[in-house]
Nanobody, 115 residues
Framework: QVQLVESGGGLVQPGGSLRLSCAAS????????MGWYRQAPGKQREWVAS???????NYADFVKGRFTISRDNAKKTVDLQMISLKPEDTAVYFC?????????WGQGTQVTVSS
């Protein structure tokens, strides 16, 4: 059994920054990819960023240059550093851990960007 615990969500002003963290625990051997998704009210969940087991990163166009994903394989954590936040970034953010062939999701953490 794998459990993901997220932290770092909250309220931030437009142009501000926030760092999200996700820690994996439980019966874990080798983690493949890790990533972040987000879902706004009434919208579908969308991919934000991902990182492979080797550390290669990929980003959605709407966050490229503003968000940075990173991982610590020893600690089994994945972080998302967010800068220059916009109101449209407001959503529940979910972390994802892939241990082929299974996907494990966090419970989500609320990010609100507002004046």
């Amino acid at each position: 059994q794998v459990q993901l615990v997220e932290s770092g969500g909250g309220l931030v002003q437009p142009g501000g920054s926030l760092r999200l963290s996700c820690a994996a625990s439980g019966s874990i051997s080798n983690i493949n990819a890790m990533g972040w998704y987000r879902q706004a009210p009434g919208k579908q969940r969308e991919w934000v960023a991902s990182i492979t087991s080797g550390g290669s990163t990929n980003y959605a166009d709407f966050v490229k240059g503003r968000f940075t994903i990173s991982r610590d394989n020893a600690k089994k954590t994945v972080d998302l550093q967010m800068i220059s936040l916009k109101p449209e970034d407001t959503a529940v953010y979910f972390c994802l851990v892939v241990i082929v062939p299974r996907n494990y999701w966090g419970q989500g953490t609320q990010v609100t960007v507002s004046s």
